[in-house]
């Protein structure tokens, strides 16, 4: 590639026969949609592999949560994507990440690699070897790109351009002469151009319908992260929901009688998300419809657009839900055996968020006779041991907690 051609992206589309399109090229590196794109609808319900490992479930009950919801299968409603593929430069890549147009979201995996992997794949580069491309959701919001796959690669290419690599000089290591310990600004003007001039295949993908929820994003980040450790229903939900509510809901997180209640803080954010239920079912239970995983997920892209005065309300709610909990019941709340119990949780302090939230001033004497009542309640059982994410159960359970509540 001469050097007129610095900062150009070739754009390659699949025609609607299925065979690639002609390759365009874009002086800015944009990726403009033509009419040659192909449109492809994607059916989750076609695939074994939609259905979640039984990995999510054991790795909740090794932290000590018992919760069912984790093994239910996923929506089979079916979603119309549009993708294509781009050819990046390097240096129109690194732009973007310090322009902040590509966004990795911040509840993402941290950057992980040593010093020694950047500096091979960069290597990689040098020697004009292939590699592994990186994966792009286009938000329909603002036009930016969320980083699915690749950002150890794309924080690689962005540090050593920016000369730093943690807080010390990003020089490469481990790497052949003549590039081994040299910086970006050390290399002589035809590496720099070479590596400018490099070139990596993005896959951008954005969905056209339905318009109603992201799912489709949670499905495509499962399966195509790379990152080598399996994300959690609730971690892959932090990095496509990022925004105002899921920012409140890691502060609520670090709330002390939650942390009581919950136990240490979880590897995988099942506490954050045991958050998300408790204040998702006390606001919209009455609308619940299964699968869960999906319901917080709306719900989470509903109150990310909520207003301040929203959100602060829900904080409040939630610490005096959180704090009367652990007053009245102790190290034994919601561990009807010996795990904590989601379905027993969810249940009770969504229940109990209502009551607090429709002004009722409830003593600590009341919730705990409220909760025992209720454990031995053969109908809030029913609610807690079978099927816990269906409607039936839900609602079952939020209305046996909500009379036992009442009648405390």
């Not at 890549?93 to 690699?113: D, H, S, Y």
């Not at 070479?194 to 969905?207: P, W």
């Not at 920012?247 to 939650?258: E, G, M």
């Not at 506490?271 to 699968?291: C, F, H, M, N, T």
């Amino acid at each position: 590639m001469s050097s007129g051609s610095r900062g150009i992206s070739r754009i390659t589309r699949r025609t609607r026969s299925g065979g690639w399109g002609r390759t365009r090229w874009s002086r800015s590196g944009s990726s403009t949609r033509s009419s040659r794109g192909k449109s492809m609808a994607h059916d989750n319900s076609a695939h074994n592999d939609q259905l979640p490992s039984e990995d999510d479930t054991d790795l909740s009950l090794a932290e000590g949560v018992d919760d069912e919801t984790e093994s239910e299968p996923l929506s089979k409603k079916r979603y119309q994507i549009d993708s294509y593929g781009a050819d990046y430069t390097v240096d129109t890549l690194v732009k973007r990440m310090n322009q902040g147009a590509f966004i990795v979201p911040p509840f993402q995996r941290k950057f992980v690699w040593s010093r020694t992997h950047a500096s091979r794949f960069i290597e990689s580069l040098l020697l004009g070897l292939p590699v592994p491309g990186i994966f792009l959701y286009k938000r329909t919001e603002d036009s930016k790109h969320l980083v699915i796959d690749g950002q150890q690669r794309l924080k690689s290419l962005q540090a050593y351009y920016n000369g730093l690599f943690g807080e010390s000089k990003f020089r490469l290591t481990g790497v052949r002469e003549p590039w081994n310990g040299l910086a970006y600004d050390e290399l002589d003007a035809d590496d720099q151009l070479r590596l400018d001039d490099s070139i990596i295949h993005t896959i951008i993908f954005s969905q056209k319908s339905p318009k109603d929820d992201v799912d489709s994003i949670h499905f495509v980040f499962e399966r195509v992260n790379s990152g080598g450790i399996r994300l959690s229903p609730q971690e892959i939900r932090n990095c496509i929901t990022s925004g105002k509510f899921t920012d409140l809901t890691v502060a609520l997180n670090k709330d002390p009688s939650w942390r009581h209640i919950y136990g240490p803080e979880s590897g995988r954010a099942k506490d954050q998300e045991l958050i998300i239920r408790v204040l998702a079912l006390s606001e919209d239970g009455d609308k619940y419809e299964r699968p869960m995983a999906t319901f917080l997920t709306k719900f989470s892209e509903k109150m990310n657009k909520s207003s301040d005065k929203d959100l602060d309300r829900l904080a409040k709610i939630f610490k005096r839900t959180v704090q009367l909990s652990w007053d009245a019941l102790g190290q034994s709340a919601f561990r009807p055996v010996r795990t904590l119990n989601a379905a027993v949780l969810d249940g009770f302090m969504a229940a109990l968020a209502r009551h607090l939230a429709a002004g009722e001033d409830l003593s600590v004497d009341q919730v705990r006779s409220a909760y025992n009542s209720l454990m031995k309640d053969a109908r809030f059982r029913e609610g807690w041991e079978r099927a816990t994410s269906d409607e039936e159960s839900v609602q079952k359970r939020l209305e046996v907690a909500s009379q036992a509540i009442d009648a405390s």
